[in-house]
């Protein structure tokens, strides 16, 4: 239930932003499709005590759970039309600004723009909302963080647009609208 509902929600803040970044509609399409099928990788039996686990993962599960954008991309791709830019954006969108990421150590415009998006809209996701090993940042708090790791992990140029969005602000509800008069500009 909890990735499902991860999944709509991140679709919906890649749908935004990748509108405000002006992206066309149909590439927007594909965006928000990728976004919604990220983690579908993740049905993979071996994924399920990873998601499950109340505490951080050891090193061998972080290197196993690693393998999720590549499977999540692998599946996606067994459907004729989500063959290529929803399958890439897939596949990178745990693709490091700064090329650390993984699974290809891709950096800066290699990644796919959709795949940037994702980035952001997951961490988002996962960062203002409770998690088995810690309780959910302040919008406020997850955009510091998101500035703080601009250029490193993030596109510095969509964390700028994020950060200044009132429609993610909207979208992330009602936490955001009390926290408005104290956000970052």
Do not use: W
């Amino acid at each position: 239930p909890y990735t499902s509902g991860h999944s709509v929600r991140v679709a919906e803040y890649a749908r935004s932003m990748a509108r405000e970044f002006g992206l066309p509609p149909k590439q927007v399409d594909v965006v928000a499709t990728a976004a919604l099928l990220h983690d579908v990788g993740k049905i993979y039996e071996e994924f399920a005590p990873l998601l499950r686990k109340e505490g951080r993962l050891t090193p061998e599960e972080r290197m196993l759970m690693h393998a999720h954008p590549v499977r999540s991309a692998d599946l996606v791709g067994t459907i004729g039309e989500f063959r290529g830019k929803v399958q890439a954006d897939i596949r990178n969108h745990h693709e490091n600004y700064d090329g650390t990421g993984y699974p290809d150590s891709l950096a800066g415009e290699q990644i796919p723009i959709g795949a940037r998006i994702i980035m952001i809209a997951d961490t988002i996701d996962a960062m203002t909302t409770d998690r088995p090993y810690r309780k959910a940042l302040t919008l406020q708090r997850a955009f510091e963080e998101l500035k703080k790791l601009a250029g490193q992990q993030f596109d510095p140029k969509l964390v700028e647009l994020v950060c200044k969005s009132p429609s993610i602000r909207r979208l992330l509800g009602p936490q955001s609208a009390s926290e408005d008069t104290h956000l970052p500009s």
